[in-house]
């Protein structure tokens, strides 16, 4: 995982001024079996070994399962799938007569040929690490093991058999990620360095199929499969894309009827939340504040290593007034590191997003902060405090809340001053892996939809995630509780992963702001489009015209 947003099918516009245009009813021709969307940058890649995310492309490509509503896996190439005792052995009976979308039979081979090119190191998988846990998937992406002998078998052409190391709770949401899905070794071998390069140079498994893409073009699309095993419930025949570089732009074009889904920003959310067409689709993605544990700087270092300091600073902020006025987007108050409408308590159903609030260390309290700021000061032998707010510079939101941080922080804290830099995201991550730093903006989203895909950064032995350094003997043992001991145990996983969570949350071991929702208009006459805060976010299978 990387401190990054998620890889979105439809990419938030960076914000500019709402544009003048028509008051006018959007409401938009009926007789259309042709979806037209709009991103803000080209579609990088149709390569699932090589893909960062599948927003888009979930549509062309499927697996096992389907991710459907609310993140739960639903039908996909698998007739049926099921698990043994112990948690370590899956098995997979594909649907009969399953064909690629150019007619070719689609087999289980398909699927190990899939999952070995991915854990190939010179395939240079990003997602690779997704694989762990998968009998030998650690040492054959590092170099160590030849791919023959990942734990996977086609034992015929519809059985697929995987063997783990250990129980994966949440094995079956990832076999819903197009990443575990097959690929045509026949195609990948018959094109060579130019497969999946352009969309005539692959083929496909899903409802849709690319065309028009040539790998740097700024229009694409994605046409019915006709060979797709359930190709009858799929109404649309086209979805359009076209990359629209600003949000005036892409409102306009949504006003001319040539965009059927259009993303807003703050200064049109105020003006158009009112409208029957306005639409708020969450995302599982979480800003937060980075503390450096291990600043380089002594009096920096005391600081942030003095709970009484980190409360005070978590204190001082007013949460609501950063999604409602400054952001103004739909976001709303973090609830914790893990964000909300990800997971769900096995026993009753609650999100635990809700589970973990820690409203003790989040909620606004002016007069708390200054008490445990005065007494974290004291303690660390000082009258005041310097520190440096961190940002990418890329993201208008990062640099509205760093100006609303330093401003209520100088307010709040007596003798305190905040120095803001905000730098282009590539000298920020450099700096940050560096240990360069006092405090940053990071945000990190969900892979898949389980509260591990957050927590799991936070383990102290895990540099490239948890660059703050914060590091508890106990939360550690909780998450390896998860992993392993209780991994097939999903009632006493949840109360892991829950008591893990507030020891971050009580420790402060980040600084949770804000979880990330976008708000829309959407075409009245639209419906049917599943949406999911993590993994493969779009699911236009069902979509359709009323």
Same mark, same amino acid.
């Given at each position: 995982?990387k401190?990054?947003?998620?890889a979105?099918? &439809?990419?938030? &516009?960076?914000?500019l001024?709402l544009?003048?245009?028509? %008051?006018?009813s959007?409401?938009?021709?009926?007789?259309k079996?042709?979806?037209?969307?709009?991103?803000q940058?080209?579609?990088?890649?149709?390569?699932?070994?090589k893909?960062?995310? @599948?927003?888009?492309?979930?549509n062309?490509?499927?697996?096992f399962?389907r991710?459907?509503?609310?993140?739960s896996p639903?039908a996909?190439l698998a007739?049926s799938?099921?698990v043994?005792?112990?948690g370590?052995?899956?098995?997979?009976?594909l649907?009969? %007569?399953?064909k690629?979308?150019n007619?070719?039979?689609?087999?289980?081979?398909?699927f190990?040929y899939?999952?070995?090119?991915?854990?190939?190191?010179?395939t240079?998988?990003?997602?690779s690490?997704?694989?762990?846990?998968?009998k030998n998937?650690?040492?054959?992406?590092e170099?160590?093991m030849?791919p023959? #002998?990942l734990?996977i078998?086609?034992?015929t052409?519809?059985?697929?058999?995987?063997?783990l %190391?250990k129980?994966?709770?949440? @094995? #079956?949401?990832?076999?819903?990620?197009?990443?575990?899905?097959?690929?045509?070794e026949r195609?990948a071998k018959?094109?060579?360095k130019?497969y999946?390069?352009?969309?005539k140079y692959?083929?496909?498994?899903?409802? @849709?199929?690319?065309?028009?893409?040539?790998?740097?073009g700024?229009?694409?699309s994605?046409v #019915?499969?006709n060979?797709?095993w359930d190709?009858?419930?799929?109404?649309?025949?086209r979805?359009?894309?076209?990359?629209?570089?600003?949000y005036?732009?892409?409102?306009?074009?949504?006003?001319? $009827?040539?965009l059927d889904?259009?993303?807003?920003?703050?200064s049109?959310?105020?003006?158009?939340?009112?409208?029957s067409?306005?639409k708020v689709?969450?995302y599982?993605?979480?800003n937060?504040?980075v503390v450096n544990?291990?600043?380089k700087?002594p009096?920096?270092r005391k600081?942030?290593?003095?709970?009484?300091?980190?409360?005070?600073l978590?204190?001082a902020?007013?949460?609501?007034?950063i999604?409602?006025?400054i952001?103004?987007?739909?976001?709303?108050?973090?609830?914790?590191?893990?964000?909300?409408?990800l997971?769900y308590?096995?026993?009753?159903g609650?999100? @635990?997003?809700?589970?973990?609030?820690?409203?003790?260390?989040l909620?606004?309290?002016?007069k708390?902060?200054r008490?445990?700021?005065?007494?974290?000061l004291k303690?660390?032998?000082?009258?005041?405090?310097?520190?440096?707010?961190?940002?990418?510079?890329?993201?208008?939101?990062?640099?509205?809340v760093?100006?609303y941080?330093?401003s209520?922080?100088m $307010?709040?804290?007596?003798n305190?001053k905040?120095n803001i830099n905000?730098?282009?995201?590539?000298?920020q991550?450099?700096?940050?892996?560096k240990?360069n730093f006092?405090l940053?903006i990071a945000?990190?989203?969900?892979?898949?939809?389980?509260?591990?895909?957050?927590?799991?950064?936070?383990?102290?032995?895990?540099?490239?995630?948890?660059?703050?350094?914060?590091?508890n003997?106990k939360?550690d043992?909780?998450?390896?509780q998860?992993?392993?001991?209780d991994a097939?145990?999903?009632?006493?996983?949840?109360?892991d992963?829950?008591?893990?969570?507030?020891?971050?949350?009580?420790d402060?071991?980040?600084?949770?702001?804000? =979880? &990330?929702?976008?708000?829309?208009?959407q075409n009245k006459?639209l419906?049917g489009i599943?949406h999911n805060t993590?993994?493969? =976010?779009?699911?236009?299978?069902?979509?359709?015209?009323?």
């Open positions: 995982m401190h990054r947003k998620i979105l099918g &439809l990419i938030p &516009l960076i914000g001024a544009s003048a245009c028509s %008051n006018s959007s409401s938009q021709e009926v007789n079996t042709t979806l037209n969307l709009s991103s940058t080209a579609l990088d890649t149709i390569d699932i070994s893909a960062t995310g @599948f927003g888009q492309t979930g062309i490509y499927e697996s399962y991710l459907g509503k609310n993140g639903t996909g007739k799938g099921s043994s005792k112990d370590k052995t899956w098995t997979f009976i649907r009969k %007569n399953l690629w979308s007619g070719d039979p689609l087999t289980a081979k398909d190990v899939s999952w070995r090119r991915s854990l190939t190191p010179k240079m998988s990003p997602y690490y997704l694989f762990s846990g998968v998937a650690n040492a054959i992406s170099g160590k030849n023959n #002998k734990g078998k086609a034992v052409n519809r059985k697929i058999v995987i063997t %190391n129980p994966i709770s949440y @094995f #079956k949401v990832l076999m819903a990620y197009p990443l575990f899905g097959p690929q045509n195609i018959k094109y060579g130019k999946a390069t352009k969309s692959t083929v496909y498994s899903g409802p @849709f199929k690319a065309t028009n893409w040539n790998g740097t700024d229009t694409w994605f #019915k499969n060979y797709y190709k009858k419930v799929v109404k649309l025949k979805i359009n894309y076209q990359v629209v570089k600003t005036s732009t892409g409102l306009n074009l949504y006003y001319q $009827k040539k889904l259009v993303n807003l920003d703050s049109q959310v105020k003006n158009l939340k009112t409208r067409d306005f689709y969450p599982s993605l979480v937060y504040l544990f291990r600043d700087n009096l920096k600081a942030f290593n003095n709970r009484n300091i980190r409360l005070a978590s204190l902020i007013d949460r609501e007034t999604a409602k006025k952001l103004s987007d739909g976001s709303k108050p973090a609830t914790g590191f893990v964000a909300t409408d997971a308590d096995p026993r009753n609650k999100d @635990f997003g809700k589970e973990q609030y820690g409203k003790a260390v909620n606004y309290n002016a708390m902060a008490k445990y700021w005065t007494k974290g303690e660390i032998g000082t009258s005041s405090l310097t520190f440096n707010l961190m940002s990418d510079n890329s993201n208008e939101q990062n640099n509205a760093t100006q941080l330093q209520q922080w $307010k709040v804290l007596p305190l905040i905000n730098i282009p995201s590539s000298v991550s450099d700096r940050t892996t240990g006092d940053y945000g990190w989203g969900a892979d898949f939809n389980d509260p591990i895909s957050f927590l799991q950064t936070k383990i102290s032995n895990s540099p490239s995630f948890n660059r703050g350094h914060w590091s003997k939360y043992q909780l998450i390896q998860a992993e392993n001991g097939n145990n999903p009632v006493k996983r949840w109360k992963m829950l008591q893990a969570e507030k020891i971050y949350l009580h402060l071991g980040g600084i949770p702001l804000y =979880q &990330l929702s976008y708000s829309y208009l006459n419906h599943i993590a993994g493969t =976010q779009w699911n236009y299978k069902y979509a359709y015209f009323k």
